[in-house]
T-cell receptor, first 111, second 118 residues
């Protein structure tokens, strides 16, 4: 698998349900970032979790990081139709360098 | 505080023409990154620049592609003699050169330029 690979590729749920997306990576990191991209639009930075953090919350978002398994999860609680978007995890290779993105999870929240 | 600005938002070119994509970073940001996104795929790194310097261009094709970030003005991604395979969304991101943002490489993205090559 490549750095920053998301799972599942697509997820369809009903409004009000929770959505969980997973990301795996291969190399050592000092942080991992999650982004949202609405169809045909740019990326919105959601949350950054540092390598010494295990869990972080922001509103309805909860991100976990397990550096021993090189994996992260993004949980969106009480989903809304407006949450419909693609979600990407990204890891920096070295400080001040590129971000490596996964292929993304396409989330559809049905009203 | 304006975010990262890119123009044009949409660009249509015929095969063989040149495409010039512009990116103005966030105020106070001195680092610029360009990424390309093909349909249904994630973003792929192309090039990383600081003012007047190319730091890492390992993701950019050697032929036909060039990038610059002059002392004054926006960063430019230039694609010469475009081909249909260049059709994609091109995103620019910027980051601060120091402090926490630099240590964790927080990047802020523009809305992208969607290039269509006919």
């Amino acid at each position: 698998s490549q750095q920053g690979e998301e799972d599942p590729q697509a997820l369809s749920i009903q409004e009000g349900e929770n959505a969980t997306m997973n990301c795996s990576y291969k190399t050592s990191i000092n942080n991992l970032q999650w982004y949202r991209q609405n169809s045909g639009r740019g990326l919105v930075h959601l949350i950054l979790i540092r390598s010494n953090e295990r869990e972080k919350h922001s509103g309805r978002l909860r991100v976990t990081l397990d550096t021993s398994k090189k994996s992260s999860s993004l949980l969106i609680t009480a989903s809304r139709a407006a949450d419909t978007a693609s979600y990407f995890c990204a890891t920096p290779e070295t400080s001040g360098s590129r971000l490596t993105f996964g292929e993304g999870t396409q989330l559809t929240v049905n009203p | 505080n304006a975010g990262v600005m890119q123009n044009p938002r949409h660009l249509v070119r015929r095969r063989g023409q040149e495409a010039r994509l512009r990116c103005s970073p966030m105020k106070g940001h001195s680092h610029v990154y360009w990424y390309r996104q093909l349909p249904e795929e994630g973003l792929k790194f192309m090039v990383y620049l600081q003012k007047e310097n190319i730091i890492d261009e390992s993701g950019m094709p050697k032929e036909r592609f060039s990038a610059e970030f002059p002392k004054e003005g926006p960063s430019i991604l230039r694609i010469q003699q475009v081909v249909r395979g260049d059709s994609a969304a091109y995103f620019c991101a910027s980051s601060h050169g120091s402090g926490r943002a630099a240590a964790y490489n927080e990047q802020f993205f523009g809305p992208g330029t969607r290039l269509t090559v006919l």
